[in-house]
Nanobody
Framework: QVQLVESGGGLVQPGGSLRLSCAAS????????MGWYRQAPGNQRDLVAT???????NYADSVKGRFTISRDNAKNTVYLQMSSLNSEDTAVYYC????????????WGQGTQVTVSS
C-alpha cells in the first residue's frame, strides 16, 4: 500500500505564490505518473497537472504559465509551484500517484486546502 502525504497549502493573497508537496511512502514498488487535481466547493475534481517518471508534463489550460509541476524520483515526491494565484485557484488540491504492480493503481492523498483571498 502507498500512502501520500501532502503539505504546503494555506491562505495566500491574490498574486501570491505557494508550493505544494506530496510525498509517497509505504510499499511503493514503482511509481509512474504523479500529479495534482483540485476541487472547489460544488465543482467536480479537475486535473491541474501531471508529470511522468520521465518528466513529461501536462497542464490544464487554466494554470499554464503560472504553475510548475516537478518531481524527485529518489524521494518519491511531487511538487506544485503555484504563482500569480487568483480566487479561482481556491480549492482543495489532491495529489495522486500511479503505482505499478503488474497493473496500475492510482493512489490519492488526503487533500490540502488552498485559499486565495485578500
Amino acid at each position: 500500500q502507498v500512502q501520500l502525504v501532502e503539505s504546503g497549502g494555506g491562505l495566500v493573497q491574490p498574486g501570491g505564490s505557494l508550493r505544494l508537496s506530496c510525498a509517497a511512502s509505504g510499499s511503493i514498488f514503482i511509481i509512474d505518473t504523479m500529479g495534482w487535481y483540485r476541487q472547489a466547493p460544488g465543482n467536480q475534481r479537475d486535473l491541474v497537472a501531471t508529470i511522468t517518471r520521465g518528466d513529461i508534463t501536462n497542464y490544464a489550460d487554466s494554470v499554464k504559465g503560472r504553475f510548475t509541476i516537478s518531481r524527485d524520483n529518489a524521494k518519491n515526491t511531487v511538487y506544485l509551484q503555484m504563482s500569480s494565484l487568483n480566487s479561482e485557484d481556491t480549492a482543495v488540491y489532491y495529489c495522486f500517484a500511479d503505482q505499478v504492480t503488474g497493473g496500475v493503481t492510482r493512489r490519492w492523498g488526503q487533500g490540502t486546502q488552498v485559499t486565495v483571498s485578500s
